[in-house]
């Protein structure tokens, strides 16, 4: 079979049906786009390759690289789960006064995911930066499809970061390939045993030399693609923007942007030592907050951070299980992430509430809805029988084997550690951090939602949500629990596979759940232990995103504004003045500016950009189309 059209371009296209077409059968293609793109990642030739030219450069559309699989699968099956979710969650009826459908979200939705399959896809750096800039657009339409003000704010905020980390990265991007002289993605492989480093190689066989940041151009690379992961102190863009979105808009987001920042280390950055303590600081960050928040989606968005830091720990130990246990836990974190937030969009949708002193008690209001939001919780909490525990024990196994990813130096004829702290200490953070993820989100979400004394009177209403929120509830339900009963079609795709054919691995030994579940319950005693102190309060949590909410602001109205105010007399004088002076002297009559009620007006920054932006537009159009 020869591959002819990249997966990606399927959701793209259905983005653009989805706003064209009338009335309310626009919601057909967020269901049969996702099938769609689904069936062709499936068919596409393993060894299959799509070329492009495009000035120097052979652009690589679309091509399998090791964690290309998973990676799209996941993708496409969010997508629609994320489109069921979504189906009825129009206000108002079709036709009447105020009626508002999903139809910009739904399209920026599809935009988004597809975007996000075209980066999985990419065979060079061009391509996928270009579609990686293409992903910030579909997600700040989803985020600003929330209609609200907040929405609004957080969704310029959203954008500009998200500007900043593109910017950044571009510039890495120049710099290593004037350095280098290719945009090829290299090739991961393995040539030992399953728990050996992985090596990346480029073109003819030549090391690729990124992962050890001896260049700035790996540097700002590095530096772009964890902003967009959520690393503190830049990522306080998540949990500012996500919890804004309407509620079936903050599941499309919790799925992609991250994890193809996952995805990106994965197969530029394998092997990055910083990286495992910046995912060990980020499992800690998110936890930390987690618990502080009294809203359940912010709640929920911490928690995101806090399980990418496993990833981006995993990426940076760099043997063969480690990325196996990356890309294995973005594939099960997308399943059970998106369910518990759509537990939570449920409850928002249904009852206009989203903060934890304003709920409770609603376990006989929405029993189904309950059900599926504790399947949630227990698969991010590993508990034995879930997907959490078949993918996150392969990266805290990983962790154990120090020998084999720290690396090490020679200090007076003697062998020492050369890592950031004791390598010892990645396996002890990743271990406290997932008692501390039963904590915020195996405990105290659905407890403060569902179980607590409720603050309204709400136990005796039946409040389930539309039968497609539900259906796409159960759906994600379910393969939480056969991921984590049967999860040898995910271990299937995953990177990197035993030569023999034999088992990939083994999560349930006696070690692994015995373990797990002595983790669980002092985790589970400490948090009833301390319910008291972990009691709900009505309380607004900033972190880092206090510098531009709070600092800025506070810069702007007592410092910067004075100063412009005071400097008006002389700007008014140079920008008016001058040129009318000007007219005076060496210009004649009304043409000059001497009309009645003429008066200067500057050029403005709006026009400039959009003077270059045509102009850049025809350059690149004569560079396509003109010989």
């Avoid at 609200?148 to 969704?155: C, I």
């Avoid at 449920?346 to 002193?357: A, D, H, I, N, P």
């Amino acid at each position: 079979m020869v591959a002819s059209f990249p997966p990606g371009f399927i959701l793209i296209f259905g983005a653009l049906l989805t706003a064209l077409t009338p009335g309310t059968a626009h919601k057909a293609w967020s269901l049969i786009a996702p099938l769609a793109a689904l069936a062709v990642i499936w068919m596409f030739p393993e060894h299959g390759r799509i070329v492009t030219h495009w000035l120097d450069y052979d652009l690589v559309l679309a091509q399998f690289n090791l964690p290309t699989k998973a990676f799209a699968t996941i993708f496409a099956l969010m997508a629609f789960a994320g489109g069921l979710f979504a189906y009825h969650q129009d206000r108002g009826k079709p036709g009447s006064p105020g009626y508002e459908d999903r139809r910009v979200e739904l399209a920026g939705a599809q935009l988004y995911a597809g975007s996000a399959i075209g980066v999985t896809f990419a065979g060079d750096l061009i391509t996928l930066f270009l579609f990686w800039e293409i992903m910030a657009v579909g997600s700040t339409l989803v985020v600003w499809a929330g209609n609200s003000e907040a929405a609004r704010k957080s969704g310029r905020r959203y954008v500009n970061m998200h500007l900043l980390g593109g910017a950044v990265m571009m510039a890495g991007i120049a710099l290593h390939v004037h350095a280098s002289g290719s945009i090829l993605i290299p090739t991961m492989t393995l040539g030992g045993e399953l728990v050996d480093p992985v090596r990346m190689v480029v073109g003819e066989g030549q090391p690729w030399r990124v992962p050890s940041l001896e260049s700035p151009g790996s540097v700002l690379m590095l530096l772009g693609i964890l902003i967009n992961a959520g690393a503190p102190p830049l990522g306080s863009w998540l949990p500012d923007a996500y919890p804004e979105a309407s509620p079936s808009g903050t599941v499309f987001l919790s799925a992609f942007t991250t994890k193809t920042s996952v995805y990106v280390l994965l197969v530029l950055f394998s092997g990055c030592n910083i990286l495992v303590w910046v995912g060990c600081l980020m499992a800690i960050y998110g936890i930390v907050y987690a618990i502080l928040e009294n809203d359940m989606r912010r709640i929920l968005a911490y928690s995101i951070i806090n399980q990418v830091g496993f990833m981006v720990c995993a990426v940076g130990i760099g043997t063969g299980l480690s990325v196996n246990g990356a890309t294995a836990h973005a594939f099960a974190h997308i399943i059970y992430k998106a369910l518990l937030l759509m537990s939570a969009g449920s409850v928002l949708f249904m009852t206009g509430k989203r903060k934890c002193t304003d709920l409770g008690g609603l376990y006989k209001a929405m029993p189904i809805t309950m059900w599926c939001g504790i399947i949630g919780a227990l698969a991010i909490s590993a508990v034995p029988l879930t997907s959490g525990f078949t993918t996150k024990s392969m990266i805290t196994d990983a962790a154990t084997m120090t020998e084999l990813w720290a690396p090490v130096t020679e200090q007076g004829g003697q062998l020492v550690w050369d890592s950031l702290l004791h390598p010892s200490v990645a396996w002890f953070v990743l271990v406290a951090a997932s008692a501390g993820v039963f904590l915020h989100a195996g405990i105290k979400f659905p407890w403060f939602v569902f179980f607590q004394k409720p603050a309204p009177k709400n136990d005796d209403r039946k409040l389930d949500p539309p039968w497609t929120m539900k259906a796409a509830m159960i759906l994600f339900a379910a393969l939480c629990v056969a991921l984590g009963v049967y999860p040898q079609p995910l271990y299937d795709i995953l990177p990197f596979q035993k030569p023999d054919g034999g088992e990939l691995y083994h999560a349930f030994t006696y070690a692994h759940v015995i373990n797990q579940l002595q983790l669980l319950l002092f985790a589970g005693l400490a948090f009833f232990v301390l319910l008291d102190r972990l009691k709900r309060t009505l309380t607004i949590t900033l972190d880092a995103d206090w510098v531009y909410r709070r600092m800025f602001p506070g810069l702007w109205q007592w410092v910067f504004r004075p100063l412009l105010l005071a400097a008006e007399p002389f700007h008014k004088g140079l920008i008016q003045g001058l040129p009318r002076a000007a007219a005076r002297e060496f210009g004649s009559g009304p043409a000059a500016g001497e009309a009645e009620g003429a008066r200067y007006r500057p050029w403005g920054v709006g026009t400039t950009v959009l003077l270059l932006t045509v102009v850049l537009l025809v350059f690149l159009i004569l560079n396509l189309f003109v010989d």
